[in-house]
């Protein structure tokens, strides 16, 4: 079977249908250029054929980009020299989308060729819509849920089938930087007016549009093929482009901070493909795309953000039970996290009981989706009647019984062991004989916690990021006696908000707050060893932190963290390393919470803005006069988090690297970059890795002491992923 069919009309329009065989949208792959590529070839021979149009088989879309595993192929086709096995792929399939472009024109004086235009039905993002920018006219059904665009930056690497060049050439560098660099998506009512595409027409009469077009004779030569052609905006060498380019170049080291290697790319691609002929610019793109999948940070981005994250959003490790979608979730406590749970769950068309102890406090955590509406209503992304629907999904009350008929409760009250066994002894009288328990902790053991149920089956952890209507992760802790339905219905319920799952086994900390807790305290240890703030700080952000570890400190609350220090030692006794205590301590006692009193590591002003780092830190910490290199300051802050990853795949907690990976980057925001702890050391080496563990215990203690797992690959030159790849053998655990 083929994924491209193609049709002939009487009046010599043929249209060739794009329809990817046991997929529910299509998606491009080697055969599939090679078919699209012997249609082109047969329609262009072919005197009876006046013109083409190219659709889609799949109600509702085009496109939804490359068959990732391709660009594998590309590599290993070319066996010991894959910079070439991919250039040269690369170089083909530009050919193809060339040969649409070009339609048979003479080279020399543009005369001839067939119009061929592109219809959407929806949808088309990468390759989907790098192959309508190729064709001559660009028609888009009139759907306001699909989504064009270019989003390849998002997953590390940048459109490279041509998108980079088209796109600055029709819209000029300025115009097309939101979609090229930022992977901006608009649906097509948004993208005709950007310029993206050309016309915007009823589901019903698209086809009908596009052959009407084919047959009027129209012109057909890209205005970059045409003679005397002048880039929007100006080329790189005039006054505004040369501004142009000079702004985009700070703008993406300052996004960036150097990190990232496929922002840098497109820009060169973009910057050297403007001062070129259009054939020329296409192989400068080709080129730059090649160095960038060449670059370990780009397979680690694309493995993890897209390949590992799709998976596990698919149910990659959901025990094998039936269904169990949820119907209607009770959500117990109408706080900041109870209310952000609420709107998430109501957005998915789920029905809600929101519960508190008071009719003020439920209705204000009710509210949360009032407000959250209204800025969507504000910014023409919502609608009142949208907006109607969502609240009336929502029941806000303070009465338990209205609790009877939930499938699925999600506990969101005080962070306190007895506070939350009273309400699952309450709830769990009310509820009926198949209702999950869900209790939504950050620290506190599922298996302690669910001693307080009477079926600790049906109990289970479920770990929200906050806020939560912002953050893409979700942590399922499965405790002792945790059993698959409890997991299936938490990775269903997940599933049907849009976040992503992994699921781990219940030990303190669980695993995100595992891995982020080495991560504040190393930064806090550093300070007060005499390291300047500002280098700790900026060390973070220039391996690719979103924050620095005093910043998130601030923003989480020094409280939280006094809370947790607190409770830690308690747990661990003598065990505990309380070298960080110190000054987060001190921090607490002079009233200095963080953000939320507008004074923590950071000043702040009135409004709550960040104005600098506080001098009281460097007052009570002199600052060294001999100051760490900067790599040392960022190994140390990554590996006080990997060497966690590593030790909660050890003991089992973790139990899918993928998991650790996903998570790392959705869940604090682990260095993007990188693909995530496991995938770092395996850009690193496990040789090298071991041996700058036992550099770093060497100089600051044994929180850096190489865990057994890792010498253990390093003395057989193993990686994580080519040991573990989808998952943990038993060797690990």
């Known amino acids: 079977m083929t994924d491209f069919t193609m049709k002939t009309d009487a009046d010599g329009v043929a249209t060739i249908t794009w329809d990817t065989v046991g997929k529910s949208m299509n998606v491009m792959n080697q055969q599939g250029f090679m078919d699209l590529d012997a249609l082109i070839d047969q329609v262009l021979a072919d005197d009876a054929v006046k013109g083409v149009i190219i659709t889609s088989g799949k109600e509702g879309s085009f496109a939804g980009g490359m068959d990732l595993n391709i660009i594998a192929k590309m590599k290993e086709s070319a066996g010991d020299n894959p910079a070439k096995g991919l250039m040269e792929g690369l170089m083909a399939s530009h050919a193809i989308l060339r040969k649409i472009e070009r339609a048979g024109m003479d080279p020399k004086t543009n005369k001839g ?62 115009a097309a930087s939101p979609y090229l660099l930022e992977g901006k998506l608009l649906n097509p009512a948004k993208a005709k007016s950007a310029g993206l595409v050309d016309e915007v027409v009823p589901a019903d009469e698209l086809l009908s549009a596009a052959k009407a077009w084919v047959l009027s004779e129209p012109t057909i030569v890209k205005p970059w093929d045409e003679k005397g052609y002048k880039m929007p905006g100006g080329e790189p060498y005039h006054p505004a482009g040369f501004m142009t380019y000079v702004g985009a170049s700070a703008m993406i080291n300052g996004k960036t901070q150097g990190v990232y290697p496929a922002a840098k790319a497109l ?46 959003e698919k149910g990659a490790n959901r025990p094998d039970v039936a269904d169990q979608t949820v119907k209607k979730v ?81 506990e969101a009250v005080f962070e306190d062991v007895g506070v939350k066994a009273e309400m699952t002894k309450k709830v769990e009288a009310i509820i009926g004989d198949d209702a999950i328990f869900a209790t939504n902790t950050s620290t506190l053991p599922i298996t302690e916690l669910a001693k307080a149920s009477v079926r600790p089956d049906q109990f289970i952890g479920i770990h929200f990021f906050s ?31 849009r976040k992503t799952p992994i699921v781990v086994n219940d030990e303190r900390f669980f695993y995100a707050n595992r891995c982020i807790l080495p991560y504040v305290n190393e930064g806090v240890r550093m300070l007060q060893e005499g390291v300047a703030p500002a280098l700790i700080e900026n060390a973070a952000k220039l391996v690719g932190m979103p924050l620095g570890p005093l910043q998130l400190t601030d923003e989480t ?32 006692d002079e009233g200095r919470l963080g953000r939320k009193t507008k004074a923590g590591f950071y000043e702040y002003d009135e409004k709550g803005k960040r104005t600098g780092l506080w001098s009281g830190l460097t007052e009570r910490y002199a600052e060294a006069e001999e100051q760490p290199e900067l790599v040392e300051v960022q190994h140390r802050l990554l590996f006080s988090q990997v060497l966690e990853a590593v030790r909660a795949l050890e003991e089992g907690v973790l139990m899918d690297i993928r998991e650790g990976d996903v998570g790392a980057i959705l869940g604090w925001g682990f260095a993007p970059w990188s693909g995530g702890p496991f995938s770092w050391l395996d850009i690193l080496g496990a040789p090298y890795a071991a041996e700058r563990c036992d550099q770093l215990t060497a100089e600051f203690g044994d929180r850096f002491a190489c865990p057994a797992l890792l010498r253990e690959m390093a003395d057989k030159g193993q990686s994580f992923y080519g040991r573990f790849g989808a998952g943990v053998d038993s060797k690990a655990a």
């Open 113 to 174: 060729g067939k119009p061929i235009a592109c219809a959407m039905q929806g949808t088309g993002l990468g390759i989907g819509f790098e192959i309508p920018l190729s064709c001559h006219r660009i028609f888009v059904a009139d759907n306001p849920k699909a989504k064009i665009g270019l989003p390849e930056i998002m997953v590390g690497i940048f459109p490279g089938m041509g998108g980079t060049t088209r796109l600055v050439r029709k819209m000029g560098a300025m």
């Open 267 to 312: 820009l060169s691609a973009a910057y050297e493909g403007a001062m070129v002929p259009f054939d020329t610019a296409i192989k400068v793109e080709a080129r730059w795309f090649t160095n960038v999948l060449l670059n370990p940070s780009s397979e680690a981005m694309i493995r993890s953000l897209f390949i590992n994250k799709e998976a596990l």
């Open 330 to 410: 009770g959500v117990l406590g109408a706080g900041m996290m109870g209310a952000g749970i609420s709107l998430v769950s109501a957005l998915a068309g789920i029905e809600v009981v929101l519960i508190d102890r008071d009719q003020a406090a439920a209705d204000k955590g009710k509210d949360y989706t009032t407000a959250y509406m209204d800025k969507g209503i504000s910014r023409k992304k919502a609608t009142e009647e949208k907006k109607e629907k969502v609240l009336g999904l929502i029941n806000a009350t303070t009465d338990l019984d209205a609790l009877k008929d939930c499938d699925l409760i999600v």
């Open 467 to 497: 806020p939560v209507d912002k953050m893409l992760l979700v942590e399922i802790i499965r405790g002792k006696e945790t059993g698959d339905v409890a997991v299936a219905k938490s990775l269903d319920f997940v599933r049907q908000i």
């Open 557 to 588: 609350s020094i409280d939280l963290g006094v809370k947790i220090a607190k409770a830690t030692k308690a747990a661990m006794g003598e065990a505990y390393d309380d070298s960080a205590d110190e000054l987060i301590f001190w921090m607490a």
